[in-house]
């Protein structure tokens, strides 16, 4: 039952010392969902022991460089290493004649299938769903169609607390009402209120990813409550204008950002260039947001899974 | 006047840990050429400390993925940079549409030119040429069109041993043509034999980049008398069937090239996924050309420079 969030390149436009081009991969109750694909985004999964072989999707936020240059060689390892299961790739719609380039010259003997599902909304959509875990697509705000993503696990049938069902007597057809969330009326009139006989198992756990993005004021609303918020931090408090010229956040700004959602954490990357030390990144953010953390190549964050007792 | 090879990748086709894709660095009097360009090559020069900014020209031997996918992401690095002097990009000539679709989708801004020069040939050209070095391409035997680069230093200019200019009293015009490599006849009838005055300052230094490749004849009359032979190397002499079928080369093939060739030493790689160390490689073709080096990344081999006594 992991929810767990690997960074595998926390660089920005250009790659430095031990810090790849933007990718992650998050590892929730057993599938594989790879975010952006920075260059060498293959070596860093063979490092991290991550097996590419299971990626279920890819969600690529735009077509920058430094967030797809490292699709072309991972789709044809898989292919050479034998995937036959149809891989999806979610990306804004000009990604399209990108992938049909590369499929026409690289596509021969691939061995599976791509699915391309092409982005374009104005406000968060559901892209992705399974039995137990929703992704949603909205757009941000940077110099080309950019899109974030928001993953959760989906809201768990309510429970009903033991003591009740043998204390009331309840049926069946009552037990199945209280977990779809209503209250029961008795034939003698009496009601039971489903906030008294029910709980939710679980708290569904959530991840934002937004790269690349200047501030914009819908954000922190549409990923509010996220349990972990990655905002991307490309510049220090400093840069605010060559931030806000090139469509890029700052540290305050994420921060801002982070307290405004609500979010449990914030994990920040895709520093500058200029980064030396992403500790200096991290120390203004907690200076708004206390719960921030600056990524590193091949840090893991794992959100705990919490049963209600 | 240095004659450096920094091995910037290398695994085959699929990357394994702490190895990526096919790459090299040259770095020959000042200049920087760069072979094969392999995912993750930017990294590799960073963490080697290669001025990237410096590369001279970009020699690709085909298509194949393991040897292209770095490409993009470097010349865009290269643009954010601030490069403005074209950069010399000699590949076969089917990576013309491919650079053609690069520039479409991400070479707006990029700020310098690139010089496509398309290689066609049936044996070894000339395709790059300096003051003191020049290229030779020439065609290899891969499941593609392949090509393999041979780097040299030119002949040098003869110099004249000091003691026979005294002895012998040599005007300009007999100096001049003792370093053209003439013999005199002087008006006496005398003659000064040009071996008996002349000598070379230097042995010209050589480089040859053979990958990828299946043995053939000619291969190592085109490379004979190379300093330094990089051979591909991609299976354990168990696997000439494999080999064969895909157009590659054993250790006892590599080495039995070296061998034929006269080369001076041979350094391997390209190795198999299936590879866990590269001395077993070694070992085996050690049995054939005892002066073999296996590769792995980030090693440097250095030619010296040999000043005549």
Redesign the interface.
Known sequence: MEFRITMAGTAS?????GK??SAQVLSVRGRLFLIDCG??V??RL??AGIPMMKIDSIFISH?H??HV??L??LL??LG??GRRIPLGIYAPANFG??MK?FLS??GDGLGYELNFTPLAMKSPEMVFESKSIEVLAFPLNHRIETYGFLFREKEPQLNVRKEAVATLGLSLTEIGAIKRGEDVVRGDGSVIYNADVAYRPYSPRSYAYCSDTAPFPQLPEWVHGVNLLYHECTYLAAYEEQARLRYHSTTLQAAACAAQAGAGKLVIGHYSSRCRDPRAYEAECRTVFPETWAASDGDVFEIPFIKAK
Chains 1, 2 share one sequence.
């Open positions: 436009a250009m790659p430095v010392k790849n081009q260059e060498g293959q070596s063979v490092e077509i460089g430094d240059f490292g072309f060689g044809s390892t050479m290493k004649p990108i380039f010259y690289y």
